[in-house]
């Protein structure tokens, strides 16, 4: 089976989570038989084929050259992302689409597509944003690429790939699953940008099936953009086991504790640093804290960390690499996670995987899933409080709960994860092979 993919993000490109994700499904899913034609925002119009293991870590990379495609001996990590091209795109989107006929493949089409929801997204597309123009632009680059390919269903991954989603499903008669790793309520903490959350409302509505990460996600699509409930299949993400088991480090005397992830208002940095303060204060010996990650809120928060006076036991580490987020899990003792919204959370697998204890909010996908894990409302700082102090002052209790997660971490296997895809993929696709 060939499947189009969708996505904003795949290693190297990674701003969070859902790099991390595709990279671990699609690998699975290569594994299996299913043959990936992968399209992401690069400036050059190309597309990757991914059809085995080693072709997910080095996918190979054809350009659009002379109504062809054809290989090109560019490396993987030399693309670059699109820049936006302004308000207007042209050719206007709803005219390409009327002009191909789609070929005839056994499908099944469980939502049509109006003229009406093209019209408007061309509208949505045509806004003076900076993003929403690149999103206009990756739209018209995936129309333009998936001429010369042949597939059986579009799956796109977030709202930034559902426009080209849509737009295909039309042009193409094919299936669409809309995959939704974050909405924009968990981003923004309410209604968030009027044009991203009508597109979401639109991808979600008007493909065939939706996948949601978690029970979580699946209750507030249906609640704030009233998906019809049959459609949602919850596929939760898995671990991605490193090449050789990870290893403890040492790098400071006292015990670490770990904030991991984007610094912005979703993920819960400002009730992190209250929660160090209150440690600080109320704890008797020193603790270090890490704060790893970038986003808006970062100077923010460093300056609130001077004015408290805990600055000199906190460490604002900035974006890291991959490399560098597996050095830091591997010399935490403690990772916190206090999303007030966290559609699943990855960076809790891999927290267990490097033999950390974990605290997660209750408002998190993962908490549904895991086990040996601190489970806690975002709000609760008290409690997280009580708990990391009660850790330190039990190292036993601490390295036990530490050696628990790092085995029932193993179970969250992506090849299962694939399977879970596969089966949906058997509900939209007839007569195609599957392994």
Known sequence: MKVLMLTWEYPPFIVGGLGIACYGLFKALAEK?????????????????????????????????????EPIPLSFYEFHYLEPKGAYLSPHLISITKRW??????????????????????????????????????TENVLEISKA??????????????????????????????????????RALGFGHPIIHEIEYLGLNFSDRVVAVSKY?????????????????????????????????KKFKE?????????????????????????????????????????????HLMLEAASLGIGTQIMFTGF?????VETALSMSDVVVMPSPSEPFGLVALEAMSHGCALIVSKQSGVSEIIENAYKV?????????????????????????????????????WEDRAEEVINIYRELVYNICFM
């Open 149 to 186: 390919l042949d597939f059986n269903l579009i799956h796109a991954h977030d709202w930034l790939t559902y426009p080209a989603g849509l737009f295909l499903k039309k042009l193409y008669n094919v299936p669409l699953v809309t995959h939704i790793h974050a909405t924009e309520f968990d």
């Open 255 to 299: 015990p670490v504790i770990l904030f991991l992830g984007r610094l912005t208002i979703q993920k819960g940095p400002g009730i992190f640093l209250e929660f160090a303060k209150k440690i600080i204060n109320t704890y008797g010996k020193k603790v270090r804290f890490l704060i790893a990650g970038a986003g808006e809120m970062e100077r």
């Open 320 to 324: 890291l690499t991959r490399q560098e």
């Open 217 to 249: 996600t699946s209750n507030l699509i249906k609640e704030h953009y009233k998906v019809p409930e049959e459609k949602i299949r919850v596929i939760y993400n898995a671990f991605s086991p490193p090449s050789k088991p990870p290893e403890k480090i």
């Open 33 to 69: 038989g299913i043959k990936i034609y992968m399209i992401l925002p690069t400036q050059e119009k190309v597309f990757f084929e991914i059809s085995s293991s080693w072709e997910a870590d080095y996918p190979t990379a054809k350009k659009w050259d002379k109504k062809q495609f």
């Open 377 to 413: 409302d975002f709000w609760d700082i008290n409690k997280m409080v009580e708990i990391v102090i009660d850790l330190l002052e039990n190292p036993e209790k601490l390295a036990e709960i530490q050696e628990k997660a790092q085995i029932e971490v193993q179970k969250f296997k």
């Open 101 to 138: 006929e789609p070929p005839q493949l056994k499908t099944q089409i469980f939502y049509e597509i109006p003229n009406e929801v093209l019209e408007r997204l061309e509208t949505l597309l045509s806004q003076d944003n900076s993003l929403i123009s690149k999103v206009g632009t990756y």
